[in-house]
């Protein structure tokens, strides 16, 4: 046998140590595993020593007891940090416990993304999502691959390339059931492999629906084509004209004069239309800022119904006020309700006929809370009526419910589009009462101002 000398021993022991290190970290970081060790084996071996003197055993087998334990702990740390390499000292709590917290957090940061975001492990299988997710694809499921939920081939194929070759791939998903959406799916590889724990999330999946978008660019689309449609029409009418005025009847007194009312008439539709336009922006635009004044709509009813006395006039209509008899405070914009109130009973003359009775009523009205009163200002007329197909529609821009009979008179299918704004701006409702040959009812509601408590 091949005696140890100093230096042979010690080398000997080197090695020894680091093969014990290397077992005991698994893969890496052997000395802080060694060094949370000898404090989690101190407090064991105390507790053998106290057993040992309390049972009676014998010295040996106390020894064979401990070295027993401290063997079975190594083996089952071992085998953690080779699952979870990277641990930490005090490997049996704190590294459990930081991996847990970990864990947790980019759990929370999925959650607390302000779009449906899913996590995939390295198979596509689905780690966690967050709510968004189950909104837009309720059959998501954990543990599940994202490709048995959503069976888009675009989708899967980007998953596949992200997953194989890392990098970010957006696709597009055209969904038709339950309703036509379109969504962007982008999906993002998280880092090479080498760097990940097993159960680390591999791919990152965000959805971001693009039906709303989509439906606004519509509305836009639509509005500026109504816009030109409608500016177009009485600038082909006047176009028409002054041809015929350098043509045919350039030496025609008579048919000048004609055709110059017309196209004063023509022009002031123009006009009229551009100012609504105008209108129904600013309204638009000042949508967000809440009213601060303070305004009666007893005083806004006397105020319209002396304003428009000449058209009533004109038109062989009637007009009656019923106000309160205290005051009809509201918090709002006076020349907004004046705005209001002066459309309503425009269409309740225009649209009501020869002869149209007209009236406007201030009353209180009964509201779901009852703390809160509420103030309704309503115009009814004794005309015509509106077909109930078109009652959900009128306050749509450049709506009407008779295309011709609207335009003869004058108007550009805007006026209920501003109400409707300004009754938005002021919290307030906005509801159309109307049957064929019966008349219509137009009413807006606020919330009445509230007296000050003394
Ligand atoms: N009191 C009413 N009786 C019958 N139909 C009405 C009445 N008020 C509105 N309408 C219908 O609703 C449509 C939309 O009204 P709105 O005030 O928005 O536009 P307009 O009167 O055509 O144009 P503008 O008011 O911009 O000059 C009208 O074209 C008309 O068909
Ligand atoms: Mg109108």
Redesign the pocket.
Known sequence: MRRLDGKSFSEWRARLSAKVRTFLAGRDGGSSVVAGYALALAPLVLALLATWRLAGLSGWAAAALAVAGGLGLAIARRRQLAEHPGGSLRPERGGRLARAAEFKVWHRLLDAMPEAAVALDGDGRVLHHNAFVTELFPGVSLANPLSRSIRNPDLIAAIDQAIGSGGTVVVQLNERVPVERRISATVKSIGPQSERRPADPAILVTFRDLSEQDKLAQMREDFVANASHELRTPLAAVKGFVETLQGPARDDPAARDRFLGMMATQAERMN?LID?LLSLSRVEMRAHLQPRGIVDLNEVAAYVSQSLEPVIAGADAKLRVAALDTPARIRGDRDQMVQVLI??V???I???GKGVEIDVRISRVASADRRIERLSMA?T?N????AQQ?LPR??ERF?????A??RS???????????KHIVARHRGELTIA?EVGK??T?AVTFDALQPRPD
């Open positions: 009229r609504d459309n309503l425009q269409n309740a225009v649209y009501g115009v007329d005309g015509p009526g509106i078109h009128l306050t709506y009407r419910a008779n295309v009979s609207s008179k004058g108007g550009t299918g805007l006026g209920l589009a501003i109400v109307s008349g219509s137009f």
